[in-house]
């Protein structure tokens, strides 16, 4: 089937501007996760959900960072009044299980914030 | 946190030739995932690493994690302009649960015609 899709691709962003994303996981996946990458770095963990339950949100950088998976496939991050700093590519990943699954990876939505 | 070092950060190759990639851990590493990014594109997953002294291969990579589980190689042989990207070294910070991959910097990797 299809892999994770992510919308949208690209997003620019005004500062103060609240932004919206998207992410589909691959269908039946228990697990989806969100990274944050910013340019040269590797991918940081922000949130983590099992099902429709957020089990772990320690890498949300600020409380203008919020996730929800209300059905326990489709995801929005929700990112309130944008900042410069939070320019970066916003990545879902998706497993399949509880444990030990590859994560399996969206293209990203890059975000720039002006 | 568990940190992960790779080096080195960019390499430039030409077609043919072989290279290694390393990703060392400063503590032991319960599940070693080796990814490839494609600017402008999602990871791919190459393989997964968990036990000691493990080898996995795919195609021309190849990645081994030491005996004792705290660095990985991915070796790339007779390389090719595809195999150009960066390589990103991720893993498991939950002791033998996936789950919060923390990932290296990654290795830009260029290959020349």
């Known amino acids: 089937g299809a892999g994770v899709s992510q919308s949208p691709r690209y997003k620019v962003a005004k500062r103060g501007q609240d932004v919206a994303l998207r992410c589909d996981p691959i269908s039946g996946h228990v697990s989806l996760f969100w990274y944050q990458q910013a340019l040269g770095q590797g991918p940081e963990f922000l949130t983590y959900f099992q099902n429709e339950a957020q089990l772990d949100k320690s890498g949300l950088p600020s409380d203008r960072f919020f996730a929800e998976r209300p059905e326990g496939s489709v995801s929005t991050l929700k990112i309130q009044r944008t900042q410069q700093e939070d320019s970066a590519v916003y990545l879902c990943?998706?497993?399949?299980?509880?444990?030990?699954?590859?994560?399996?990876f969206g293209p990203g939505t890059r975000l720039l914030v002006l | 946190s568990q940190e992960l070092e790779q080096s080195p950060q960019s390499l430039i190759v030409q077609e043919g030739k072989n290279l290694t990639i390393n990703c060392t851990s400063s503590k032991t590493l319960y599940g070693l995932y080796w990814y490839k990014q494609k600017y402008g594109e999602g990871l791919i997953f190459l393989m997964m690493l968990q036990k000691g002294g493990e080898e996995k291969s795919h195609e021309k990579i190849t990645a081994k994690l030491d005996e004792k589980k705290q660095q990985s190689s991915l070796h790339i042989t007779a390389s090719q302009p595809s195999h150009a990207g960066i390589y990103l070294c991720?893993?498991?910070?939950?002791?033998?649960?996936?789950?919060?991959?923390?990932f290296g910097k990654g290795t830009l990797l260029t290959v020349n015609p």
């Open positions: 990943a998706s497993s399949p299980g509880l444990a030990e699954e590859t994560q399996y």
């Open positions: 991720g893993a498991d910070t939950w002791g033998g649960s996936n789950y919060k991959l923390t």
